[in-house]
């Protein structure tokens, strides 16, 4: 099957910057989009940034000029740089990775990762 194990969360000063990576492993084919979304205590799970194969990239406003999405499809891994890191950033980061195909299995999975604490003290 499919797995998504992310890192790079921690303990930032506001202004500071963190790297997240989340890497996806398992017999896959290919995957369509791989993002990162939050959720902060109390509040529903919110997109912040997903990306294609292709390279098209979608952002929350809220991130928009401080977070870079990137990827590397070879690795099936993607990157979330976010810069500029403010206290209302603070929130468990999920990694997912939509329309996936494995190898062997027909149809598409979505999977997502567990999770890894983001927070920026003020």
């Known amino acids: 099957q499919v797995q998504l194990v992310e890192s790079g969360g921690g303990l930032v000063q506001a202004g500071g910057s963190l790297r997240l990576s989340c890497v996806a492993s398992?017999?896959?084919?290919?995957?369509?989009?791989m993002g990162w979304y939050r959720q902060a205590p109390g509040k529903q799970r919110e997109l912040v940034a997903a990306?294609?194969?292709?390279?098209?990239?979608d952002y929350a406003d809220f991130v928009k000029g401080r977070f870079t999405i990137s990827r590397d499809n070879a690795k099936n891994t993607v990157y979330l740089q976010m810069n500029s890191l403010k206290p209302e950033d603070t929130a468990v980061y999920y990694c997912?990775?939509?329309?996936?195909?494995?190898?062997?299995?027909?149809?598409?999975?979505?999977?997502w990762g567990q999770g890894t604490q983001v927070t920026v003290s003020s």
């Open positions: 997912n990775a939509d329309r996936v195909r494995v190898r062997g299995v027909a149809g598409t999975l979505s999977r």
């Open positions: 990306m294609t194969g292709g390279g098209s990239t």
């Open positions: 398992g017999s896959i084919f290919s995957i369509n989009v």
